[in-house]
């Protein structure tokens, strides 16, 4: 919740991109109005309700090509409950929720701005359970015929796509931190999770290289080295020195420039500096999200302090 607060005390956002719980955070960001109070209260009211709530156990569940651990009733409600679909297709910004298109073998983002989407807004809401289905725990889920779940990880090209000049990067985990904190797990449930979770750090470590190999300022809650010794590919400052130029024109009057020509830009990474490990697990006790959000509001005001010097 501390980078959400970050974010919404600070910027105007206008493009978001979730994947996971990322995705099911930022529909409930949206349909609240952008009031981080209404969201923290939603998921205080999550957190009263367990873990038994969202992870529901039925064995057996085979209406795809395998089984899942559990069922996403639970999942379906909190969606149902507080995501609002108008709300989202309303909002003047764009919304993307990104989910594994297994049928196909690619990730897919379900967009506001799609046509299908505004032709079929509940697609959206099959969306982002989809995007939430995290594999071997809860089941895929089937969207106009074919099969989706948890995307992994957003490619951060949309936002370079979209010209975004301060890309907000929120991770639930520290990009020094090793994939294989659950490995004692029973059943060798969390063995692949924890695959998948090094293939996911590894995606988003490359995605962050090629931000700064475009010229975006790389700014850590948690300084790491992996990006240390990438350089700016040769050209990309005179690029956005033309394009920062060209905007800065008033059209009313071209021979005027604003004061401000060159557009700093910006790639904050905000990961929990200290993570509450169970909320990583189906077994996230009540309190544990409470707790969390405590610590992350804390952790990212340190952070904005350091982020005002250093832009």
């Known amino acids: 919740m501390g980078p959400i607060k970050f974010l919404t005390d600070r910027s105007n956002l206008v493009f978001i991109e979730g994947v996971s719980a990322g995705a099911l955070v930022a529909a409930i960001l949206i349909s609240c109005d952008f009031n981080i109070e209404k969201l923290i209260q939603v998921w205080l009211e999550i957190d009263q309700l367990g873990a038994n709530h969202i992870f529901r156990t039925r064995w057996g569940v085979k209406d795809w090509m395998g089984k899942s651990w559990y069922i996403n009733d639970g999942i379906k409600e909190l969606i149902n409950r507080y995501v609002g679909i108008d709300k989202l297709m309303a909002w003047d910004g764009e919304f993307i929720a990104v989910a594994d298109n297994i049928t196909r073998g690619r990730n897919e983002a379900f967009s506001t701005k799609d046509g299908r989407i505004q032709k079929n807004p509940l697609l959206m809401r099959d969306a982002i359970l989809a995007s ?146 169970t909320l990583k697990t189906d077994k996230f006790r009540k309190g544990d999200i409470k707790l969390a959000t405590d610590r992350s509001i804390k952790e990212v005001e340190e952070f904005a302090e350091r982020l005002a010097k250093e832009l």
């Open 132 to 277: 939430a289905s995290l594999g071997l725990l809860l089941p895929p889920v089937a969207i106009e015929g074919e099969w989706y779940r948890d995307g992994g990880t957003c490619s951060l090209a949309a936002s370079l796509e979209r010209d975004i000049d301060n890309i907000f990067v929120v991770l639930n985990h520290r990009l020094d931190e090793g994939a294989g904190e659950h490995q004692e797990e029973e059943l060798g449930v969390y063995q692949g999770i924890n695959q998948f979770r090094g293939m996911t750090r590894n995606s988003i470590v490359k995605d962050i290289k090629y931000l700064k190999s475009e010229g975006y300022k790389i700014n850590e809650q948690n300084p790491t080295d992996l990006f240390d010794n990438v350089k700016v590919k040769t050209g990309v400052q005179f690029k956005h020195l033309v394009k920062d130029t060209i905007n800065a024109v008033n059209p009313l009057n071209p021979e005027s420039l604003e004061e401000r020509v060159i557009v700093q830009r910006t790639a904050p990474i905000f990961t929990p500096t200290n993570p509450v490990q």
